[in-house]
């Protein structure tokens, strides 16, 4: 899957000029869309198909700050992948320089669009088969 590119937007940053560290939770919120839509799996998609997917939890390790006009590089992969949940990595590199700048993972539940939780291995399977592939993907490149 090809990197989201981000570029830092001056209201992203603080008086410092340094980027406010609440927007690393919503480039993983755009980076995961574009990495779902990349592997044939659209929100929108997944949508129309009754399927919403909220986020259990989110978090950041902080390395490196970004500033305005920085190019913020993100890699997403998927962690672990189970039958009603997925938990998804995100490396954001400074794209100029290639620097590690923050870490982050989030991890979400399958719900129906009434609001009731569906086993994704069975509701979508052709969904969960990738998940499942890209997720022995990452496992099998960390044993490295």
């Not at 940053?13 to 799996?41: K, P």
């Not at 970004?66 to 962690?79: A, E, H, P, Q, R």
Request: glycine fraction near 6%.
């Amino acid at each position: 899957m090809k990197p989201y590119k981000h570029k830092v937007a001056y209201y992203e940053t603080d008086r410092m000029g340094i980027t406010h560290h609440s927007n690393y939770i919503r480039w993983m919120e755009e980076a995961r869309v574009e990495f779902l839509a990349q592997a044939g799996f659209g929100y929108e998609q997944m949508e129309e198909q009754g399927v919403i997917s909220p986020v259990l939890s989110a978090n950041c390790n902080y390395k490196r700050s970004t500033t305005f006009g920085d190019t913020v590089s993100i890699v997403v992969y998927v962690k672990e992948m189970s039958p009603a949940k997925i938990r998804m990595g995100y490396k954001m590199y400074n794209a100029k320089t290639g620097e590690l700048c923050t870490t982050g993972e989030t991890s979400h539940c399958f719900i129906a669009s009434n609001g009731r939780p569906i086993r994704i291995k069975r509701d979508m399977p052709e969904f969960f088969g990738k998940m499942t592939e890209l997720a022995a993907e990452y496992e099998e490149e960390n044993k490295k």
